[in-house]
């Protein structure tokens, strides 16, 4: 069976905790998009991780942690990322890495920096980690991937091709200092030697694993709104973050992902720049959720940088949850909501006067004002709750609420970071099914 693990929003609801809550019952997790530019935060027995590249299974004896070929794959940041972990005591788990993944090339990071530079004031609020660059590349057939690492020759005679185009745009666009062939042949052998370990033809591996009916997770990265076609283009991430994409960026028929679990958080939070309809225009008030907000307050897992703060926001929601294709919805960050007497949720987008529940084009996206519903808070701590009955009545109506506005099935809510603050919904509570 194959599930895949997305998320609903502009990232940052939580996947890492349902994924690794979720690893308990998986032989393997992939990783499928993305890079080391998004991190997911990770608490268990061994302590507080952020996982940039790992996927969230690695803290398991039981599972194998793929690196698929959809991922931008930094060797370094792996490597550092291992001994991180194994420096604290988590026992090295199984990697594998796609021999068709690419690398993302010491240039790539320079050229991301030089770019947000170079716009200044118009970037696009990049973490700066290559990825932009990196899929650029990609498809315009100079990257490079895990597999030519063992073929010299042909690797020496195509960084010799692929820097002219980067000299000139070195010298000429960014003034910058040149490139060195010989000095990024020498890097890429150290990245040989540190992936050479791990190396694996992994839509082969997984093919395999689909025949013994082993469970696969996918795990995404970001969220719906994030998605270079169906997010707010071009305030997006490089690569597909939907779970279509699983199938793609990990080598499997798209019919095997049988469930699709869209996390959805309590609240919005949103990184960079771009439209974003329910941010709290308040400072106090939306300082007061950031601080209260996730584990330890919203603020990015790679960067550091404080998180945008909004109210749920259903139509959104239920357009990220619809374009993922959910069977499931994971509600997270619940328990942070206890603070409040009345919650405000994002039910329609008003633009230009006309009210609308369907999301936009990015352009009348920028022009959309909120329309807000105030639903009563329920003014407890929810933590340490182990059924949905016993949740307050409030807080029910909460959950009962957005999930009749986005028409997705909550089955899953989580109450806290850890992997055991989880309350399952029975079928018979699910208002759409
Ligand atoms: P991801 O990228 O989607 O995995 O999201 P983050 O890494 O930003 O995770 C969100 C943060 O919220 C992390 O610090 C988690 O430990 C924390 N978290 C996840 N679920 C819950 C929850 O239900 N309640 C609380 N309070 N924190 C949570």
Request: hydrophobic residues 35%; negative net charge; aromatic residues 10%.
């Amino acid at each position: 069976m194959v599930r895949a693990v997305v998320g609903a929003n502009w990232g940052d609801e939580g996947k890492g905790k349902i994924t690794d809550m979720l690893g308990q019952e998986s032989d393997i997790i992939v990783r499928f998009q993305g890079g080391a530019n998004a991190g997911h935060t990770i608490v268990n027995d061994y302590g507080k991780f952020a996982l940039h590249t790992l996927p969230s299974g690695v803290f398991y004896n039981h599972t194998t942690s793929i690196i698929g070929n959809g991922v931008a794959l930094n060797i370094p940041v792996l490597m550092e990322e291992i001994k991180e972990i194994t420096d604290r005591n988590v026992p090295m788990p199984k990697i594998l890495v796609s021999d068709r993944a690419q690398m993302v090339m010491p240039y790539h990071i320079l050229f991301d920096e030089y770019e947000e530079e170079r716009l200044a004031g118009r970037s696009f609020g990049s973490t700066k980690s290559g990825i932009a660059p990196f899929y650029s590349d990609k498809y315009a057939k100079i990257g490079f991937q895990v597999n030519e690492l063992f073929d010299e020759a042909a690797l020496k005679e195509k960084i010799e091709r692929v820097l002219v185009q980067k000299n000139i745009l070195l010298e000429h666009l960014y003034h910058k200092p040149l490139l060195d062939s010989d000095e990024i042949f020498a890097t890429l052998m150290q990245y040989k030697e540190m992936v050479e370990p791990y190396v694996c033809d992994v839509s082969a591996y997984l093919w395999r694993a689909i025949k013994e009916n082993k469970n696969i997770l996918l795990e995404g990265q970001l969220g719906s709104l994030k998605d270079p076609d169906h997010g707010i283009y071009p305030m997006v991430t490089s690569s597909s973050t939907l779970a279509a994409y699983g199938a793609i960026g990990a080598g499997i028929p798209p019919y095997e992902i049988t469930q699709i679990i869209t996390v959805c958080k309590a609240y919005s939070s949103a990184v960079g720049a771009g439209a974003f309809v329910s941010e709290i225009q308040d400072k106090e008030i939306a300082d007061e959720l950031r601080r209260r907000g996730g584990d330890g307050g919203e603020y990015g897992a790679t960067t550091g940088r404080p998180r945008r703060m909004g109210w749920f926001d259903c139509v959104a929601s239920r357009y990220g949850c619809r374009i993922q294709g959910t069977t499931d919805v994971a509600f997270t960050v619940l328990d942070v909501l206890g603070y409040l007497d009345e919650i405000p949720v994002c039910v329609g987008y008003d633009i230009d006067g006309t009210i609308t529940t369907e999301f936009p084009t990015t352009g009348l996206l920028e022009k959309a004002k909120p329309v807000l519903e105030m639903l009563p808070g329920w003014k407890c701590d929810i933590r340490g709750i182990k059924t949905y009955e016993e949740l307050p009545e409030n807080c029910r109506n909460y959950v009962e609420f957005v999930e009749s506005q986005i028409g997705f099935p909550i089955t899953m809510i989580s109450n806290g970071p850890g992997r055991n603050d989880i309350i399952y919904r029975t079928v018979d509570t699910i208002q759409v099914k």
